[in-house]
């Protein structure tokens, strides 16, 4: 749709719609660009910033989706010393099938200020090429809070008034039994 509209489209990040071989793919929900030589956070801004940039005198639609805050529980460790959390756990946190965290607190504060850093970096770059006016920006969750990979989500207060975690059907919507 927003292809026939005459806007250029860029995908920057994780999908997790379908695979090579199925309906689901990128390219075939109307995505132009989609590079995947690496998934690192740091990448995915930098991809970002460049497409803005290259496409800011036409239309264009970027769906940027970066796995930060999410399993496993990872973030650099400048980032994760920044936070000062009293940690519960005396050792390394491991987790089946994450890798292990020492300070999963101060790790999982990293992954979220860092988010937040990059996209101010974006709301930025559309300042300072003075077309966030006429830009809609729509910041949004594939899901609800997540216990996997050792996250203390209740220390975080994760769901604010919410209720129901990652792979429930609640807040709007009706609940399974």
């Known amino acids: 749709m927003l292809k026939r509209a005459g806007y250029q489209t860029a995908l920057i990040g994780k999908w ?4 090579n071989d199925s309906y689901g793919i990128p390219n075939r929900q109307g995505f132009d660009y989609l590079k995947r030589e690496n998934f ?4 995915l801004t930098a991809n970002a910033l460049k497409y803005v ?5 036409k239309p264009f639609f970027v769906y940027l989706s970066y796995a930060a805050p999410h399993v496993s529980l990872q973030a650099q ?8 959390f009293p940690e519960y756990i005396t050792q390394v946190l491991t987790v089946e099938n994450y890798i292990p965290a020492f300070k999963p607190r101060a790790t999982r504060a990293a992954m979220v200020s860092y988010l ?3 996209v101010g970096k974006l709301l930025d770059k559309l300042r300072d090429l003075n077309i966030d006016k006429n830009t809609l920006d729509i910041f949004t969750s594939d899901n609800g809070p997540s216990f996997e990979g050792g996250a203390d989500l209740a220390f975080f207060e994760a ?3 919410l209720r129901g975690y990652k792979r429930d059907l609640y807040e709007g919507r009706f609940a399974c039994q």
Not at 40 to 43: I, K, L
Not at 77 to 84: H, R
């Open 16 to 19: 997790g719609l379908g695979g």
């Open 40 to 43: 690192a956070q740091d990448s």
């Open 53 to 57: 940039e290259a496409n800011q005198k």
């Open 77 to 84: 460790e400048s980032e994760i010393e920044k936070n000062n």
């Open 116 to 118: 937040d850093n990059h």
């Open 159 to 161: 769901n604010g008034p």
